[in-house]
């Protein structure tokens, strides 16, 4: 047995390592027709694993027109877009105030770690941006389908969120949740 490193996974014993372990093959757009219209390609610690015990890991965002990436955040990372293609406005909330802008190719963004945070496309055709974290595993927490893909009852989410509950049972019904 090899010891675990702080993300959690084993080290491959030396002689089993090859350059393959330090090269992500499949970093292309991925598929857009979905709910939110938006696709991650991810290369984290699961998917790539020259990255375990380094504390990096990398996704490239493909957002078709009119698609957005909800509400979520990263409990285990700091997020950094950095816009390739088309038009993205993305911000993050505090209790306080609200940080939001309209990227453009050549645009950085920054998501401090645990923030709520949002990417809408917001111009015409697709837009793509690649996203570094600092956690080889950042994992996500999407406020949609926490809220919706449960069967927390309805009133209870109706209650809890001031939505009205006809509201609560349409998202609940969009995302798979019952109750």
Same mark, same amino acid.
């Given at each position: 047995?090899?010891?675990?490193?702080?993300?959690?996974?084993?080290?491959?014993? !030396?002689?089993?390592?090859?350059?393959?372990?330090?090269?992500?093959?499949?970093?292309? +757009?991925?598929?857009?027709?979905?709910?939110?219209?938006?696709?991650?390609?991810?290369?984290?610690?699961?998917? @790539?694993? /020259?990255?375990?015990?380094?504390?990096?890991?990398?996704?490239?965002?493909?957002?078709?027109?009119?698609? *957005?990436?909800? $509400?979520?955040?990263?409990?285990?990372?700091?997020?950094?877009?950095? $816009?390739?293609? /088309?038009?993205?406005?993305? /911000? @993050?909330?505090?209790?306080? +105030?609200?940080?939001?802008?309209?990227?453009?190719?050549?645009?950085? $963004?920054?998501? &401090?770690? /645990? $923030? =709520?945070?949002?990417?809408?496309?917001?111009?015409?055709?697709?837009?793509?941006?690649? %996203?570094? @974290?600092? *956690?080889?595993?950042?994992?996500?927490?999407? %406020?949609? !389908? =926490?809220? @919706?893909?449960?069967?927390? &009852?309805?009133?209870?989410? +109706?209650?809890?969120?001031?939505?009205?509950?006809?509201?609560?049972?349409? %998202?609940?019904?969009?995302?798979?949740?019952?109750?």
């Amino acid at each position: 047995m090899h010891p675990e490193t702080p993300t959690g996974y084993h080290c491959m014993p !030396l002689a089993n390592i090859t350059s393959e372990d330090f090269v992500f093959h499949g970093f292309v +757009a991925g598929n857009t027709n979905n709910s939110f219209n938006a696709a991650l390609t991810s290369a984290f610690v699961t998917d @790539f694993p /020259g990255l375990n015990d380094l504390g990096i890991s990398a996704a490239r965002l493909d957002i078709a027109e009119g698609g *957005s990436i909800p $509400m979520h955040t990263h409990p285990g990372a700091t997020e950094l877009l950095i $816009m390739v293609q /088309g038009e993205i406005t993305a /911000g @993050f909330l505090t209790t306080s +105030a609200v940080y939001s802008n309209t990227l453009k190719p050549g645009d950085l $963004m920054v998501f &401090p770690q /645990g $923030m =709520l945070h949002f990417q809408v496309n917001s111009g015409k055709g697709k837009a793509t941006a690649f %996203l570094t @974290f600092s *956690s080889a595993n950042p994992g996500a927490q999407l %406020l949609d !389908l =926490l809220l @919706f893909s449960n069967n927390l &009852p309805s009133n209870l989410v +109706a209650q809890t969120t001031f939505l009205d509950l006809a509201q609560v049972k349409k %998202l609940k019904a969009r995302f798979g949740g019952r109750g």
